[in-house]
């Protein structure tokens, strides 16, 4: 794992969010293109743009073999909202696809800090509005959607969770939150002791929070569907399987959202990577933990497509 992080800072260093944003984004997609797996077999892939309320989003479907309709995986991925795209999660959401026999939807939302919340929720909406629609093209029961996504993307699973509550709109069939960005409290234990922490540091969240919501005291900062862990009540989100890893600043994040989940009455299941740190699923294909642990989110993903819960 430190061979990987090594490699991983080599391109897209600490220091990077001092750069230009096009350069932030360059090495973010080299350092992920040089750790980026094939495809499984009999995997189909294609993309669509699908409206949204700031112009088309690109949306990549990827279908397993076999007999449709499956339960469909609103994807959002991971990148401080600032950086990442379909490109720099293609393999990881083809595997998730193939290992938990869903067809996966990743999502290429805006990004700030030139689109600032609400607009990633917005996109992500839209796309769902799309699978509840026109799923049944793609091979996807439209009544069967997970939301998950990593790091940032699954800030805005629970956040669109938490907006189809307010709402009353048909609510996530589940939601798979890994390695998720929750709260805006950089003071937290998990923020102290892995200030310094491989792949991703307490500076830089800092500077993704700020990029994400904007100058502190702006609207965003006090929005629950942007930080979910604001949000005074979380009974009526679907059931979650959480995924942490513990030398990682987020760490306590995912742990405060999942035992509040369980104190509102919601089925949750909180899996604690001792060994890993943010990013970990990049690296499954070079560390035994981080692919136990990938085979883990997929297994959730499996579970609750079936109507089952997640397995501990």
């Not at 449709?68 to 991925?77: C, I, S």
């Not at 990743?106 to 796309?127: C, F, K, W």
């Amino acid at each position: 794992m430190l061979r990987f992080y090594e490699a991983l800072s080599s391109q897209s260093p600490p220091e990077s969010t001092d750069w230009p944003l096009p350069e932030q984004r360059r090495g973010w997609e080299a350092v992920c293109r040089s750790f980026r797996a094939p495809h499984p077999a009999g995997l189909s892939v294609e993309t669509v743009a699908v409206p949204g309320p700031g112009g088309p989003i690109a949306v990549r479907f990827y279908r397993p073999e076999g007999a449709a309709p499956k339960a469909g995986v609103l994807y959002g991925h991971g990148g401080g909202w600032v950086l990442g795209s379909l490109e720099t999660h293609d393999d990881m959401c083809a595997e998730l696809a193939a290992g938990a026999d869903v067809v996966v939807a990743a999502v290429d939302y805006r990004l700030a800090p030139e689109h600032r919340h609400p607009a990633q929720l917005d996109d992500m909406l839209a796309v769902l509005a799309y699978l509840r629609a026109e799923g049944a093209r793609h091979g996807i029961d439209p009544a069967r959607i997970i939301g998950a996504g990593d790091s940032a993307g699954g800030q805005l699973t629970a956040g669109a969770a938490l907006h189809l509550r307010a709402t009353g709109a048909p609510q996530l069939l589940a939601q798979v939150l890994i390695y998720p960005v929750l709260g805006a409290d950089t003071e937290t234990a998990s923020y102290r002791a892995n200030a310094e922490a491989p792949c991703l540091t307490r500076a830089e969240m800092i500077y993704f929070l700020e990029a994400f919501l904007g100058p502190r005291g702006a609207a965003g900062w006090t929005d629950p569907r942007a930080v979910p862990l604001l949000a005074a009540d979380l009974s009526g989100l679907p059931p979650a399987f959480v995924i942490v890893a513990e030398h990682d600043p987020l760490c306590d994040d995912g742990v405060a959202f999942h035992e509040r989940l369980l104190a509102a009455g919601i089925p949750s299941t909180l899996r604690r990577e001792p060994a890993l740190a943010h990013s970990f699923m990049r690296a499954r294909h070079h560390s035994a933990p981080a692919m136990a642990a990938f085979r883990a989110i997929a297994d959730a993903l499996a579970a609750f497509a079936q109507g089952r819960t997640a397995p501990v």
